[in-house]
């Protein structure tokens, strides 16, 4: 019975940590400043998958603090597809939706249609309370559209987190360029103003690598009590370089990577030190000749099949290599 009592207590106490790691932050900005990466993208339903993009969708959930009451808005960088950023096919025909979404359902933790991982339309679930198609507009070309004001009580309430939930979806509704864009959750409309305490993840990242060889980006999933090991699968990474998993624990391992338009896949194995911390998986780009407008994309599950989220804001933190302590046992006295 103590035994039981005393493993119920370290639970308890990372259950605390957690949650006051993550009231803590303030990760606005979609794709987060720590991970180096210049924007999202989705490509037009017409495109090809060789492009980069695996389903032409991809949702992000945002969590704002249930303490937080005031409006907010859900800006979105460079909504249109046409112009300096986007990545154009023969010529710029694509119209993209965003759609936001609020209230019953759209929780992923109590609903998991609400992931977008399964097939079918089955992730479109909660209320809808705005949404905008953009095509060839060059009046939204490297400016912020701002959806709301919107109330943080029309969220899907999540007491784990003490937090509301909300989520965007971008969609290729038509044509096959690619849509590059970048949210920032404010409390302004006209302004990135952060809301302490937000945060916002995915399960299914779909990222523009930088036309660099220098920059390193990064994508940080967190590592939840009960893990022993994740399977990551990357998508179309074009055989660009390497990608390596750092944590607390591991110094810097490979993984399998993919080459064009195919997924490649392994286990990982999750060790103590690891839990109840982010990873930080870092995409090193080949040196060389040059891969340009290099599209990926990262799923992660555990041992168990489900799926594993990336925060914008890593909880507790970039994690950094700790070189291994060895402990020597103390030798009782005579």
Same mark, same amino acid.
């Given at each position: 019975?103590?035994?039981?009592?005393?493993?119920?207590?370290?639970?308890?106490?990372?259950?605390?940590?957690?949650?006051?790691?993550?009231?803590?932050?303030?990760?606005?900005?979609?794709?987060?400043?720590?991970?180096?990466?210049?924007?999202?993208?989705?490509?037009?339903?017409?495109?090809?998958?060789?492009?980069?993009?695996?389903?032409?969708?991809?949702?992000?959930?945002?969590?704002?603090?249930?303490?937080?009451?005031?409006?907010?808005?859900?800006?979105?960088?460079?909504?249109?597809?046409?112009?300096?950023?986007?990545?154009?096919?023969?010529?710029?025909?694509?119209?993209?939706?965003?759609? +936001?979404?609020?209230? $019953?359902?759209?929780?992923?933790?109590?609903?998991?249609?609400?992931?977008?991982?399964?097939?079918?339309?089955?992730?479109?679930?909660?209320?809808?309370?705005?949404?905008?198609?953009?095509?060839?507009?060059?009046?939204?070309?490297?400016?912020?559209?701002?959806?709301? &004001?919107?109330?943080?009580?029309?969220?899907?309430?999540?007491?784990?987190?003490?937090?509301?939930?909300?989520?965007?979806?971008?969609?290729?509704?038509?044509?096959?360029?690619?849509?590059?864009?970048?949210?920032?959750?404010?409390?302004?409309?006209?302004?990135?103003? &952060?809301?302490?305490?937000?945060?916002?993840?995915?399960?299914?990242?779909?990222? $523009?690598?930088?036309?660099?060889?220098?920059?390193?980006?990064?994508?940080? &999933?967190?590592?939840?009590?009960? +893990?022993?090991?994740?399977?990551?699968?990357?998508?179309?990474?074009?055989?660009?370089?390497?990608?390596?998993?750092?944590?607390?624990?591991?110094?810097?391992?490979?993984?399998?990577?993919?080459?064009?338009?195919?997924?490649?896949?392994?286990?990982?194995?999750?060790?103590?030190?690891?839990?109840?911390?982010?990873?930080?998986?870092?995409?090193?780009? $080949?040196?060389?000749?040059?891969?340009?407008?290099?599209?990926?994309?990262?799923?992660?599950?555990?041992?168990?099949?489900?799926?594993?989220?990336?925060?914008?804001?890593?909880?507790?933190?970039?994690?950094?290599?700790?070189?291994?302590?060895?402990?020597?046992?103390?030798?009782?006295?005579?």
């Amino acid at each position: 019975m103590k035994l039981r009592k005393s493993k119920y207590k370290i639970l308890l106490l990372i259950a605390f940590l957690v949650f006051s790691f993550f009231t803590r932050l303030s990760g606005q900005p979609v794709p987060g400043k720590d991970e180096n990466i210049p924007f999202l993208v989705t490509f037009g339903k017409d495109g090809l998958t060789s492009w980069g993009d695996a389903d032409f969708f991809q949702i992000f959930f945002f969590s704002i603090p249930k303490d937080y009451t005031k409006p907010f808005y859900i800006r979105v960088f460079d909504p249109d597809c046409g112009g300096e950023n986007d990545e154009i096919q023969g010529e710029f025909n694509t119209k993209t939706k965003f759609s +936001v979404y609020g209230g $019953r359902g759209v929780d992923p933790e109590k609903n998991e249609e609400s992931r977008g991982l399964l097939k079918g339309e089955n992730y479109k679930t909660g209320n809808l309370l705005a949404s905008k198609i953009f095509g060839n507009e060059a009046k939204y070309d490297n400016k912020y559209y701002s959806f709301g &004001p919107f109330n943080p009580a029309e969220g899907d309430f999540n007491v784990k987190w003490n937090s509301n939930m909300f989520k965007i979806l971008c969609e290729g509704i038509s044509g096959d360029d690619g849509n590059l864009y970048r949210y920032f959750l404010s409390s302004d409309p006209d302004n990135n103003i &952060p809301i302490e305490g937000a945060n916002a993840f995915t399960y299914a990242y779909h990222f $523009r690598m930088w036309n660099d060889f220098k920059s390193v980006s990064h994508i940080y &999933p967190y590592v939840d009590t009960g +893990v022993v090991y994740i399977k990551q699968r990357n998508f179309d990474w074009d055989n660009d370089g390497s990608i390596l998993v750092v944590s607390r624990y591991k110094q810097g391992i490979s993984v399998p990577v993919s080459n064009e338009d195919n997924w490649s896949e392994s286990n990982i194995p999750i060790e103590p030190p690891e839990v109840g911390s982010s990873l930080d998986f870092q995409f090193h780009k $080949r040196q060389g000749v040059l891969v340009k407008n290099n599209n990926v994309v990262m799923t992660l599950q555990n041992q168990r099949g489900d799926a594993v989220k990336f925060f914008s804001s890593p909880i507790g933190g970039v994690p950094m290599y700790q070189p291994k302590m060895v402990v020597e046992k103390v030798k009782p006295k005579k």
